[in-house]
């Protein structure tokens, strides 16, 4: 079935610093999607990629659909404390058993102030 | 903003026993899903509706899980009986179509009900 591989699996960085992570899926995908989770809440969208190369910010955040359209990667510039909490990169296919919505493991972020 | 509606926030139940989660989706949203969410994973979905129609319940353990959506509306998730393992986040989303490009409505999650099976 269709896997993401979501990297890295936590970071540890000090407060003003830049963040990257990324997705990657052995299947093409139609739609990426990031999602922050914090605990004890359900995950909230960050922003969502319908096609290949789209370049999108929100604020501090930015993500790119990657042109293979097999990976996706966020960043976020200047981390401040409430970035804590753990991100999920989503992936939707088109058509079938591609159709369902499939989740990375997430990428756990900690800042220190 | 409107919100997905999930209780109860948290359920304590023995083993054996028959739980249930009940999801009030976000008002015109057609498409539901149920999500399982083991802590340090991501969630994976059990259950989707369109409408009041089951899209895809391939991952849903029928032997103990069933799920409804009979107006199309609000739906509920029920386990009989409860298994140890079943101890996990239950999320509910919902979103305007199954194909989120198409409508450019990406999935809401409502903040879930965390079971504890005992």
């Known amino acids: 079935g269709q896997q993401l591989n979501q990297s890295p699996q936590s970071m540890f960085i000090q407060e003003g610093e830049d963040v990257s992570m990324n997705c990657t899926s052995s299947?093409?995908?139609?739609?990426w999607l990031w999602y922050k989770q914090d605990p004890g809440e359900g995950p909230v969208l960050l922003i969502a990629l319908y096609k290949a190369g789209e370049l999108t910010s929100n604020g501090r955040l930015t993500a790119q659909f990657g042109i293979t359209r097999k990976d996706s990667f966020l960043n976020i510039s200047a981390s401040i404390p409430s970035d804590v909490g753990i991100y999920f990169c989503a992936g939707q296919g088109y058509g079938g058993s591609q159709g369902n919505l499939i989740f990375g493991k997430g990428t756990k972020l900690s800042v220190k102030p | 903003e409107a919100e997905v509606a999930q209780s109860p926030r948290y359920k304590i139940t023995e083993k054996s026993q028959a739980v249930a989660f009940w999801c009030d989706p976000i008002s015109g949203h057609a498409t539901l899903y149920w999500y399982r969410q083991i802590l340090g994973q991501g969630p994976e979905l059990l259950v989707q509706?369109?409408?009041?129609?089951?899209?895809?319940d391939s991952q849903l353990p029928k032997d103990r899980f069933s799920a409804e959506r009979l107006k199309g509306v609000d739906s509920t998730l029920k386990i009989q009986p409860a298994e140890l393992g079943d101890s996990a986040m239950y999320l509910c989303?919902?979103?305007?179509?199954?194909?989120?490009?198409?409508?450019?409505?990406?999935?809401?999650f409502g903040n879930g009900t965390r079971l504890t099976v005992t």
């Open positions: 299947s093409i995908f139609n739609t």
């Open positions: 989303a919902s979103s305007l179509a199954q194909y989120h490009r198409d409508s450019n409505s990406p999935l809401h």
């Open positions: 509706f369109q409408d009041e129609s089951v899209v895809d």
